[in-house]
Protein backbone atom coordinates (compact mmCIF):
# COMPACT_ATOMS: atom_id res chain seq x y z
CA UNK A 1 0.00 0.00 0.00
CA UNK A 2 1.11 3.75 -0.49
CA UNK A 3 2.62 5.67 2.60
CA UNK A 4 -0.28 6.27 4.90
CA UNK A 5 -2.03 9.77 3.89
CA UNK A 6 -1.76 11.06 7.19
CA UNK A 7 2.08 10.26 7.59
CA UNK A 8 2.18 11.88 3.70
CA UNK A 9 0.59 14.89 4.82
CA UNK A 10 2.59 15.93 7.70
CA UNK A 11 5.70 14.74 5.92
CA UNK A 12 5.01 16.83 2.75
CA UNK A 13 4.78 19.87 5.43
CA UNK A 14 7.56 19.84 7.42
CA UNK A 15 10.31 22.09 6.37
CA UNK A 16 14.07 20.77 4.94
CA UNK A 17 16.37 20.34 7.45
CA UNK A 18 19.00 23.54 7.87
CA UNK A 19 22.25 22.56 6.00
CA UNK A 20 25.87 22.20 7.88
CA UNK A 21 26.59 20.04 10.21
CA UNK A 22 24.42 18.52 12.55
CA UNK A 23 23.86 20.26 16.23
CA UNK A 24 22.64 17.59 18.92
CA UNK A 25 22.11 20.13 21.23
CA UNK A 26 19.87 21.89 18.91
CA UNK A 27 18.32 19.33 17.92
CA UNK A 28 17.37 18.21 21.05
CA UNK A 29 15.95 21.26 21.92
CA UNK A 30 13.45 20.65 18.84
CA UNK A 31 12.40 17.53 20.34
CA UNK A 32 11.70 19.00 23.47
CA UNK A 33 9.67 21.27 22.06
CA UNK A 34 7.07 18.79 20.73
CA UNK A 35 6.72 16.77 23.83
CA UNK A 36 2.79 17.42 25.36
CA UNK A 37 2.49 18.64 28.91
CA UNK A 38 2.19 16.63 31.90
CA UNK A 39 -2.06 17.35 31.59
CA UNK A 40 -1.86 16.10 28.40
CA UNK A 41 -0.60 12.67 29.13
CA UNK A 42 -2.12 9.26 29.11
CA UNK A 43 -3.46 9.11 32.91
CA UNK A 44 -2.07 5.90 34.65
CA UNK A 45 -1.79 4.64 38.49
CA UNK A 46 1.69 6.31 39.00
CA UNK A 47 4.24 7.46 37.05
CA UNK A 48 7.65 8.04 39.55
CA UNK A 49 11.11 9.47 38.61
CA UNK A 50 14.09 7.85 40.10
CA UNK A 51 17.59 7.42 39.81
CA UNK A 52 19.20 3.57 39.72
CA UNK A 53 22.81 3.81 41.44
CA UNK A 54 25.00 1.38 38.87
CA UNK A 55 28.96 0.98 39.08
CA UNK A 56 29.23 3.16 36.35
CA UNK A 57 27.37 6.15 37.33
CA UNK A 58 23.69 7.12 38.36
CA UNK A 59 20.92 6.51 35.22
CA UNK A 60 17.32 8.47 35.64
CA UNK A 61 14.74 6.22 35.17
CA UNK A 62 10.94 6.96 35.22
CA UNK A 63 8.59 4.11 36.40
CA UNK A 64 5.12 3.83 34.81
CA UNK A 65 2.68 1.94 37.10
CA UNK A 66 -0.24 1.04 35.58
CA UNK A 67 -2.99 -0.12 37.89
CA UNK A 68 -2.35 -1.05 41.94
CA UNK A 69 -1.04 -4.49 42.09
CA UNK A 70 0.77 -6.52 45.05
CA UNK A 71 3.30 -7.91 41.63
CA UNK A 72 3.91 -7.19 38.31
CA UNK A 73 5.61 -8.24 35.65
CA UNK A 74 8.79 -5.75 34.22
CA UNK A 75 9.09 -4.41 30.82
CA UNK A 76 12.33 -2.45 30.78
CA UNK A 77 12.41 0.57 27.94
CA UNK A 78 15.16 1.83 26.19
CA UNK A 79 14.04 5.07 23.68
CA UNK A 80 15.78 5.60 20.36
CA UNK A 81 17.29 8.78 18.53
CA UNK A 82 20.02 7.84 17.18
CA UNK A 83 22.32 7.27 20.35
CA UNK A 84 22.36 11.13 20.30
CA UNK A 85 18.36 11.76 20.71
CA UNK A 86 15.40 11.53 22.77
CA UNK A 87 14.66 11.38 26.49
CA UNK A 88 12.34 10.08 28.99
CA UNK A 89 10.36 13.29 27.92
CA UNK A 90 10.13 12.63 24.26
CA UNK A 91 9.36 9.13 24.68
CA UNK A 92 7.31 8.95 27.66
CA UNK A 93 3.95 8.45 25.70
CA UNK A 94 5.19 5.36 24.17
CA UNK A 95 6.32 4.13 27.67
CA UNK A 96 2.84 4.99 29.06
CA UNK A 97 0.97 3.56 26.23
CA UNK A 98 3.05 0.10 26.80
CA UNK A 99 2.07 0.05 30.15
CA UNK A 100 -1.81 0.70 29.70
CA UNK A 101 -1.91 -1.76 27.28
CA UNK A 102 0.52 -4.33 28.69
CA UNK A 103 -0.38 -4.54 32.05
CA UNK A 104 3.18 -4.35 32.80
CA UNK A 105 5.01 -2.00 35.08
CA UNK A 106 7.75 -0.18 32.40
CA UNK A 107 10.72 0.93 33.12
CA UNK A 108 12.18 3.80 31.14
CA UNK A 109 15.63 4.48 31.16
CA UNK A 110 17.08 7.60 30.86
CA UNK A 111 20.73 6.65 29.27
CA UNK A 112 23.89 8.41 28.61
CA UNK A 113 24.25 9.71 24.49
CA UNK A 114 27.18 10.25 22.50
CA UNK A 115 28.78 12.02 21.80
CA UNK A 116 29.21 13.33 25.46
CA UNK A 117 29.28 9.50 26.39
CA UNK A 118 31.18 7.54 24.73
CA UNK A 119 30.68 3.71 23.77
CA UNK A 120 29.94 2.11 25.56
CA UNK A 121 28.33 4.19 28.34
CA UNK A 122 24.64 3.96 27.21
CA UNK A 123 24.31 0.64 26.13
CA UNK A 124 26.31 -0.10 29.91
CA UNK A 125 23.52 1.80 31.33
CA UNK A 126 20.62 0.03 29.73
CA UNK A 127 22.22 -3.67 30.82
CA UNK A 128 23.03 -2.16 34.60
CA UNK A 129 18.91 -0.92 34.74
CA UNK A 130 17.90 -4.24 33.43
CA UNK A 131 20.12 -6.12 36.19
CA UNK A 132 18.63 -3.73 38.88
CA UNK A 133 15.18 -4.35 38.00
CA UNK A 134 15.34 -8.10 38.47
CA UNK A 135 16.67 -7.47 42.06
CA UNK A 136 14.69 -7.57 45.07
CA UNK A 137 16.73 -4.07 46.30
CA UNK A 138 14.60 -2.25 43.23
CA UNK A 139 11.60 -2.11 44.85
CA UNK A 140 9.43 -2.84 41.97
CA UNK A 141 7.67 -6.03 43.19
CA UNK A 142 8.30 -8.04 39.96
CA UNK A 143 6.42 -11.20 40.35
CA UNK A 144 9.43 -12.87 38.45
CA UNK A 145 7.80 -13.83 35.75
CA UNK A 146 8.15 -11.47 32.49
CA UNK A 147 11.40 -9.52 32.36
CA UNK A 148 11.14 -7.80 29.07
CA UNK A 149 13.43 -5.66 27.62
CA UNK A 150 11.82 -3.33 24.65
CA UNK A 151 12.94 -0.23 22.49
CA UNK A 152 12.41 1.62 19.06
CA UNK A 153 15.27 2.22 16.34
CA UNK A 154 18.59 2.51 18.38
CA UNK A 155 16.73 1.62 21.47
CA UNK A 156 15.81 -1.43 19.83
CA UNK A 157 19.64 -1.85 18.99
CA UNK A 158 20.05 -1.71 22.78
CA UNK A 159 17.61 -3.74 23.25
CA UNK A 160 18.87 -7.05 20.90
CA UNK A 161 22.34 -5.84 22.28
CA UNK A 162 21.06 -6.28 26.31
CA UNK A 163 19.85 -9.72 25.90
CA UNK A 164 22.67 -10.75 23.64
CA UNK A 165 25.01 -9.33 26.95
CA UNK A 166 23.02 -10.77 29.48
CA UNK A 167 22.64 -14.19 27.66
CA UNK A 168 26.64 -14.26 27.56
CA UNK A 169 27.41 -13.31 31.40
CA UNK A 170 24.84 -16.13 31.96
CA UNK A 171 21.74 -13.44 33.36
CA UNK A 172 18.83 -15.71 32.27
CA UNK A 173 15.72 -13.75 33.52
CA UNK A 174 15.25 -12.03 30.31
CA UNK A 175 11.83 -13.69 28.69
CA UNK A 176 11.43 -11.25 26.03
CA UNK A 177 12.43 -8.64 23.39
CA UNK A 178 10.89 -6.22 21.93
CA UNK A 179 12.17 -3.79 18.97
CA UNK A 180 10.16 -1.55 16.94
CA UNK A 181 11.91 -0.96 13.32
CA UNK A 182 15.50 -1.82 14.88
CA UNK A 183 18.56 -0.51 13.81
CA UNK A 184 21.06 -3.23 14.30
CA UNK A 185 23.70 -2.85 11.24
CA UNK A 186 25.09 -0.36 11.44
CA UNK A 187 27.32 -0.41 8.85
CA UNK A 188 25.38 1.84 5.69
CA UNK A 189 26.90 0.55 2.72
CA UNK A 190 23.17 1.68 0.42
CA UNK A 191 23.84 -1.84 -1.57
CA UNK A 192 23.79 -3.82 2.25
CA UNK A 193 19.89 -4.73 2.62
CA UNK A 194 17.59 -3.73 -0.82
CA UNK A 195 15.23 -1.66 1.83
CA UNK A 196 17.82 1.22 2.04
CA UNK A 197 17.66 1.68 -1.97
CA UNK A 198 13.95 0.75 -2.41
CA UNK A 199 13.10 3.56 0.92
CA UNK A 200 16.08 5.43 0.39
CA UNK A 201 14.40 8.99 -0.27
CA UNK A 202 10.49 10.67 0.51
CA UNK A 203 9.44 8.70 3.32
CA UNK A 204 11.15 10.61 6.62
CA UNK A 205 14.09 9.25 7.34
CA UNK A 206 16.55 8.84 4.41
CA UNK A 207 19.31 6.65 3.47
CA UNK A 208 22.30 10.08 3.04
CA UNK A 209 20.89 10.78 6.84
CA UNK A 210 21.91 7.50 8.44
CA UNK A 211 25.66 7.91 8.71
CA UNK A 212 25.51 11.29 9.65
CA UNK A 213 22.85 10.59 12.14
CA UNK A 214 24.89 7.54 13.51
CA UNK A 215 28.26 9.19 13.59
CA UNK A 216 27.98 10.73 16.95
CA UNK A 217 27.67 7.04 18.28
CA UNK A 218 30.57 5.52 15.77
CA UNK A 219 32.84 8.61 16.22
CA UNK A 220 32.60 7.71 20.04
CA UNK A 221 33.99 4.52 19.71
CA UNK A 222 31.13 2.32 18.48
CA UNK A 223 32.66 -0.47 15.93
CA UNK A 224 30.13 -1.36 13.32
CA UNK A 225 31.63 -4.66 13.49
CA UNK A 226 31.23 -5.57 16.70
CA UNK A 227 27.62 -7.77 17.40
CA UNK A 228 27.02 -5.01 19.99
CA UNK A 229 27.31 -2.25 18.06
CA UNK A 230 25.93 -3.97 15.19
CA UNK A 231 23.54 -6.87 16.48
CA UNK A 232 22.60 -8.63 13.50
CA UNK A 233 26.12 -9.28 12.92
CA UNK A 234 26.10 -11.81 16.12
CA UNK A 235 26.97 -14.73 14.84
CA UNK A 236 25.24 -17.47 17.47
CA UNK A 237 21.84 -16.25 17.96
CA UNK A 238 21.08 -19.55 19.69
CA UNK A 239 19.51 -19.00 22.98
CA UNK A 240 18.22 -15.45 22.98
CA UNK A 241 14.95 -14.57 24.23
CA UNK A 242 12.09 -14.98 22.33
CA UNK A 243 11.47 -11.57 20.20
CA UNK A 244 9.17 -9.12 18.84
CA UNK A 245 10.65 -7.58 15.10
CA UNK A 246 8.36 -4.82 14.19
CA UNK A 247 9.38 -3.09 10.43
CA UNK A 248 7.43 -0.46 8.81
CA UNK A 249 7.05 -1.07 5.02
CA UNK A 250 8.60 2.42 3.75
CA UNK A 251 11.26 2.38 6.36
CA UNK A 252 15.35 2.29 5.11
CA UNK A 253 16.17 -0.25 7.74
CA UNK A 254 13.07 -2.19 7.44
CA UNK A 255 15.26 -5.15 5.80
CA UNK A 256 17.68 -5.97 8.47
CA UNK A 257 15.15 -6.30 11.05
CA UNK A 258 13.28 -8.68 9.63
CA UNK A 259 17.21 -10.59 8.75
CA UNK A 260 17.37 -10.46 12.43
CA UNK A 261 13.82 -12.28 13.19
CA UNK A 262 14.50 -14.73 9.95
CA UNK A 263 18.60 -15.68 11.75
CA UNK A 264 16.47 -16.16 15.31
CA UNK A 265 14.07 -18.41 13.47
CA UNK A 266 16.85 -20.45 11.95
CA UNK A 267 18.96 -20.76 15.44
CA UNK A 268 15.82 -21.98 16.83
CA UNK A 269 14.40 -18.65 18.75
CA UNK A 270 11.00 -18.01 18.87
CA UNK A 271 10.62 -14.74 16.24
CA UNK A 272 7.63 -12.24 15.54
CA UNK A 273 8.45 -10.69 12.56
CA UNK A 274 5.64 -7.94 11.82
CA UNK A 275 5.89 -4.91 8.72
CA UNK A 276 3.13 -2.55 9.16
CA UNK A 277 1.84 -1.59 5.58
CA UNK A 278 2.03 2.24 4.94
CA UNK A 279 4.51 2.89 8.00
CA UNK A 280 7.85 4.32 7.19
CA UNK A 281 10.47 4.52 10.61
CA UNK A 282 9.57 6.10 13.59
CA UNK A 283 6.34 5.61 13.74
CA UNK A 284 5.58 3.85 16.83
CA UNK A 285 7.18 7.21 18.77
CA UNK A 286 5.61 9.50 16.24
CA UNK A 287 2.09 8.05 14.68
CA UNK A 288 0.75 5.68 17.06
CA UNK A 289 -2.04 8.07 17.63
CA UNK A 290 -3.03 6.85 14.38
CA UNK A 291 -5.06 3.70 14.83
CA UNK A 292 -3.85 1.77 12.59
CA UNK A 293 -0.34 1.93 14.41
CA UNK A 294 -1.67 2.06 17.50
CA UNK A 295 -2.23 -1.39 17.28
CA UNK A 296 1.55 -2.18 17.65
CA UNK A 297 0.95 -1.69 21.37
CA UNK A 298 -1.58 -4.42 21.38
CA UNK A 299 0.51 -6.88 19.44
CA UNK A 300 2.80 -6.22 22.01
CA UNK A 301 0.33 -7.07 24.67
CA UNK A 302 -0.43 -10.48 22.62
CA UNK A 303 3.10 -11.21 21.90
CA UNK A 304 4.16 -11.28 26.11
CA UNK A 305 1.04 -12.82 26.29
CA UNK A 306 2.08 -16.09 24.76
CA UNK A 307 4.43 -17.03 26.96
Not at 20 to 27: F, K, T
Not at 54 to 70: H, K, L, N, Q
Not at 142 to 158: E, I, K, M
Not at 228 to 257: C, F, H, I, N, W
Amino acid sequence: MPLHPEIARILAAMPAPPPGPLDPVALRAADEAQVAPPEERLPLHAVEDTTVRTASGEVPVRIYTPAEADAYGLLVYFHGGAFFLGSLETHDHVARSLAKETGLKVVSVGYRLAPEAAFPAGLDDCHAVVRWAAGERAGLAWDGTTLAVAGDSSGGNFAAAVAAKAHDDGFDRITHQILYYPSLDLDFDADRHASLRENAVGYGLETAGLKPFNAFYLDSGADPADPLVSPVKRADLTGLPPALVVTGQYDPMRDEGELYGERLRAAGVEATVSRYEGAGHGFVQHFSWIPEYHKVFEETRDFLGRR
